[in-house]
């Protein structure tokens, strides 16, 4: 498998600023890397892939601009939150994923949970 | 499109049996996964189906039946730890995206 790491596990931030979040594959070299979002007792939202090198893709509805993904490296993906709102709080998650089709499985991470005042 | 149905509540015993149950629609899907998740901490996997029939990993098993659109994760030997969600997901053919149920929340009772 692989171990993913994510940076913060909490943020709290007031509303109108940007927060950076990182996701880093520790022993998997990822060419890409997924970007979901969960709400309480809900499910996983994907929002975007994350391609090392190239422009992500967004998945229908989500906001390029809000949420700008930088995916420099093989190890690396960060989402950042431009000009937080309180509906932006919710439980960001990043994933990894090894193999190919069809038996290609998808690690997470930790997840981040953001809370904008 | 792609949509997944998992009943949103299970309650069960200590020691005891639990079947979680998954319809799906789909255009086209590669297999069925299923991935646990304590409160607050990150989806585990814990089990995929790409052919029909019945897989099974130690106390877990999963099923599925392409014919009837259906599939399930069967938990057996309860243990208090196994209260979590637990969420069924496909492997769209068409976009290779993992597309996941609202997810389960099973609570072990002792």
């Known amino acids: ?117 | 499109g792609q949509s997944l149905e998992q009943p949103s509540e299970v309650t069960a015993v200590e020691g005891a049996i639990v079947q979680i149950n998954c319809t799906y629609q789909t255009s086209g899907f590669y297999g069925l996964s299923w991935y646990q998740q304590h409160d607050g901490g990150a989806p585990t996997f814990l089990s995929y189906n790409a052919l029909d029939g019945l897989e099974e990993t130690g106390r877990f098993s999963s099923f599925l039946s392409r014919s009837d659109s259906y599939g399930y994760l069967l938990l057996q030997e309860l243990q208090m730890k196994d209260s979590a969600s637990y969420f069924c997901a496909l492997r769209a053919s068409n976009t290779g995206k993992l597309i996941f149920g609202q997810g389960t929340t099973l609570q072990v009772k002792p």
């Open chain 1, 1 to 117: 498998g692989a171990v993913v790491s994510q940076h913060p596990s909490r943020v709290i931030c007031k509303s109108g600023t940007s927060v950076k979040i990182e996701c880093r594959s520790l022993d998997f070299q990822a060419t890409t890397m997924f970007w979901y979002r969960q709400f309480p007792k809900k499910s996983l939202m994907l929002m975007a892939t994350s391609n090392e090198g190239s422009k992500a893709t967004y998945e229908q509805g989500v906001e390029k601009d809000k949420f700008l993904i930088n995916h420099a490296s093989l190890t690396l993906s960060t989402l950042t939150v431009t000009s937080a709102h309180p509906e932006d709080s919710s439980f960001y998650i990043c994933s990894v994923e090894t193999g190919g089709p069809p038996h290609n499985e998808q690690f997470f991470g930790p997840g981040t949970r953001l809370t904008v005042l």
